[in-house]
């Protein structure tokens, strides 16, 4: 079993990645595998809705000159995920939201019915917010979503101060744990099938 991390901030090794290290280490005392995905400095694209990726139905999107399909790819053998941002005006980074959109809407097979969970680091305030922006994809994708202590954020301004948050490293591990449980529960052979879905009936409001 293995739970793809993946580090939504510009900083390789800033707060997000203390955080995420907290998590992969508990992991690695239950057993299960992690690994921390970057997601750089480099532009990202925003989603176009051009649809090109549903047309080619080769789960990637038709943009690949940046980091987006290399971390589409690893969904594919991933059993859970960890989402995990700075907070920017009260937002996660608008990066690794272009790369979840992107990424959900071309390989979203990929993902569905695997465990994860939303994380942010902020400095002083906004960090709920960011979350919740973080977790309604993971929502919408049928991906059971993983709880905590406490919500899913540690607080810290300069690299490594998230460290000195002990509840928020605390927060951290529960949420580890809690990932290795369900994990286990849903691989488990007395785990129940995936529940049969209707097929998508999409609307909307203008008559």
């Known amino acids: 079993m293995k739970i793809l991390l993946i580090n939504g901030s510009p900083r ?3 707060n997000t990645f203390t955080a995420l290290t907290e998590i992969a280490q508990t992991l690695q005392t239950e057993g299960i595998e992690s690994e921390i995905v970057w997601i750089g400095n480099k532009p990202v694209r925003g989603c176009i809705a051009c649809g090109r990726c549903k047309a080619n139905g080769d789960g990637k999107c038709v943009f690949d000159d940046d980091i987006c399909n290399r971390i589409s790819e690893k969904f594919n053998e991933a059993d859970g995920f ?3 941002s700075p907070v920017y005006y009260g937002q996660p980074n608008g990066a690794l939201l272009a790369v979840m959109q992107r990424a959900f809407f071309s390989n ?3 993902v569905q019915n695997k465990p994860a969970a939303a994380l942010t680091i902020c400095r002083r305030g906004g960090a709920t917010a960011a979350m919740q922006a973080l977790q309604m994809p993971l929502q919408m994708m049928n991906m059971p979503v993983a709880t905590s202590q406490y919500w899913n954020i540690a607080y810290g301004r300069e690299p490594g101060q998230v460290a ?3 509840e928020g490293m605390q927060t951290m591990r529960t949420l580890a744990h809690n990932l290795a449980w369900m994990l ?5 052979d007395s785990a129940p099938a995936v529940p ?3 097929e998508w009936q999409p609307m909307h409001f203008i008559r």
Do not use: N, P, W
């Open 12 to 14: 390789k090794t800033g």
């Open 82 to 84: 960890v989402f995990a």
């Open 108 to 110: 979203g097979a990929a």
């Open 164 to 166: 000195l948050d002990t």
């Open 184 to 188: 286990r529960g849903l691989r488990s």
């Open 196 to 198: 049969t879905r209707e």
